[in-house]
């Protein structure tokens, strides 16, 4: 009972109950108790099969269904799944993107790093907070199985009476993916071949989980006459349905194996608010270009001629890949009906090969005015990422400073927390490269790397640089695009550059003043990116690039940072290497 300002305690037992009983008055009285929810999900991932572009595979679903199910919760609630691996003869695991694990790192959901595989047959509890609002994703993290089809979305909302820097009056989701016919067993396998197999383009793009191959192009003769039916309802096109007049923030975010990806609605202006959970300063574009493990939100108005319908598209920037139909779904005017077409033909997409305003997008994403993080304003240390094609013993890898990544049999995490050491490579990484000498622009002579399981030790509450610089493949004139992604934390993004990293004059053009913070950011082709972030998180954590091949074939480093403050790792992560017979289901 609270009188004026005089509060009437009643009789306690304890000191400790009067104590607590004491802070809950204290909270409400400043206005600030506000109660965290537990969200409970319970989820089978199994194989079935399944059209998504009308073409039957098998699938990874959860619960019957990809995507799968989409985390919805508050700003401080805790995330409980209870995954079972219906897969029979397969692990798996996965990675909550976007999630930094503050104080539960064993969850990240990373195999081989700090994890050990969830096995068939079990169920594996994974439980976290979410500490930020914003758009994230989960997915596979074993394997190639993100491609497969388990993948998702978080959408973590603002706590009660917070409100967000814009307005709308819809909120609505969508994941962009690519999607391959062929297994990721036999697009592995091809990869690890002698001589090389690549995995090709994809045959088709997804939005949110549909996408229209044709049908008529196959031409294998054995094949069922119903394995790939245009009519199945499956592959029906993504439609949204707007009512004129009102916004709609779409949170769009791509999961795609390998495609660089650009996305447009027809007619209508994008604004772009929100980036990897962080607010941008506002800028409106006619295409949204993202690479893989990127999330935006964008805000749209139907504010266009309501007696038609409009198209959505997505198309393969960065890549040649004619054969590559464009993703397509409607934008649909109520009261219009849902399957009536745009009397149009889709917008042209941007050339694929110009990246002039692919780097202009990059350049635009700034923190928006009031939600500025300053980064610090120099580093402790600077590492530079070489992104190279190499050969190793006659198979074709990927690597960083001409070192190829390979995981231990024993999770990082675990081996680190255990001091079981002498279980991956005790030599650190190269931090840079031959900077004097290399030139990024030809195709090497000396094509050879080696391969490594070791780890780069960071101080922790070190602020540390990472500037990623692009090259030539071991195609000439070819230099891909490769989307990065940190575990465990965000970092600032200081600039981007075209060419070699001039490390004397490029760190004074960066930006200190209002650089966007992501959890994934892409560096150019022959160009560079320059990150920042605190080394702040205790845990063991993945840097990689996201395009899945890129990344079996080697290209991702593990940060280790602050192992003594990491607490008592639960027995359930364990069970493979060194730590068979210590797991506790």
Request: charged letters at 15%.
């Amino acid at each position: 009972m609270i009188f004026s300002n005089m509060v009437l305690i009643p009789k306690c037992k304890s000191r400790v109950l009067l104590f607590l009983w004491l802070l809950g008055i204290i909270a409400l009285l400043n206005g600030s108790a506000v109660e965290a929810r537990i969200r409970r999900y319970k989820w089978e991932v199994k194989y079935e099969y399944k059209s998504p572009d009308c073409l039957k595979k098998l699938v990874i679903t959860i619960n019957g269904g990809t995507p799968g199910p989409t985390i919805t919760a508050q700003q401080n609630d805790t995330i409980i799944v209870e995954l079972t691996n219906g897969l029979l003869t397969e692990n798996v695991a996965i990675h909550w993107h976007g999630i930094r694990q503050i104080g539960t790192p064993w969850f990240d959901g990373t195999e081989g790093v700090t994890q050990c595989p969830i096995l068939p047959g079990t169920t594996f509890k994974y439980q976290f907070v979410v500490d930020r609002a914003g758009t994230y994703l989960y997915h596979a993290h074993y394997g190639m199985q993100r491609e497969a089809g388990l993948y998702g979305s978080i959408i973590v909302g603002l706590p009660d009476g917070k409100s967000e820097p814009f307005t709308y009056d819809y909120d609505r989701n969508i994941i962009l993916n690519d999607w391959y016919h062929k297994s990721t067993y036999e697009q592995a396998a091809g990869l690890s071949a002698i001589p090389f197999q690549w995995v090709g383009e994809p045959q088709s793009l997804l939005i949110h989980g549909r996408g229209k191959f044709n049908c008529s192009t196959l031409t294998t003769p054995t094949l069922d006459a119903g394995i790939c039916n245009a009519t199945n309802p499956d592959c029906e096109p993504f439609r949204l349905i707007a009512v004129p007049g009102k916004t709609y923030r779409l949170r769009i975010s791509s999961l795609t194996a390998l495609s660089a990806l650009s996305f447009q609605i027809e007619g209508h202006n994008m604004t772009v608010v929100e980036a990897d959970g962080h607010y941008v300063e506002p800028f409106v574009v006619q295409n949204l270009f993202l690479y893989s493990g990127e999330t935006y939100s964008v805000l749209v108005k139907a504010d266009q001629d309501p007696t038609r319908n409009y198209w959505i598209t997505s198309n393969i920037v960065g890549r040649s890949a004619p054969n590559t139909p464009p993703g397509l779904g409607v934008f649909v005017y109520y009261p219009n009906h849902p399957r009536r077409s745009p009397p149009t033909t889709p917008p042209p997409p941007p050339l694929w090969n110009n990246t002039d305003p692919r780097l202009a997008q990059s350049h635009a994403i700034k923190a928006r005015q009031g939600y500025i993080h300053t980064p610090p304003s120099r580093s402790d240390r600077v590492i530079v990422f070489l992104n190279t094609q190499n050969t190793i013993n006659g198979n074709v890898r990927w690597s960083v400073n001409n070192v190829s990544f390979v995981l231990p049999h024993t999770p990082y995490l675990i081996a680190l927390k255990e001091n079981l050491t002498h279980v991956f490579d005790q030599n650190p990484p190269p931090d840079g490269y031959d900077f004097q000498n290399y030139d990024i622009r030809i195709v090497q002579e000396n094509r050879n790397a080696t391969s490594s399981n070791g780890v780069y030790s960071l101080n922790f509450n070190s602020t540390v640089d990472i500037i990623l610089q692009n090259a030539n493949s071991m195609s000439l004139g070819t230099s891909e695009t490769h989307p990065w992604h940190l575990h465990g934390h965000d970092f600032w993004v200081l600039g981007y550059g075209e060419g070699k990293f001039d490390m004397f004059n490029d760190p004074k053009k960066y930006n200190l003043v209002n650089p966007i913070m992501k959890n994934t950011v892409p560096v150019h082709p022959y160009g560079w990116t320059a990150l920042r972030f605190r080394a702040d998180n205790p845990g063991a954590w993945a840097f990689h690039c996201h395009i899945e091949s890129h990344f079996y074939m080697g290209m991702g480093v593990v940060f280790a940072e602050g192992i003594d403050k990491v607490g008592k790792l639960p027995s359930s992560v364990m069970g493979c290497g060194e730590t068979q017979g210590l797991y506790r289901p």
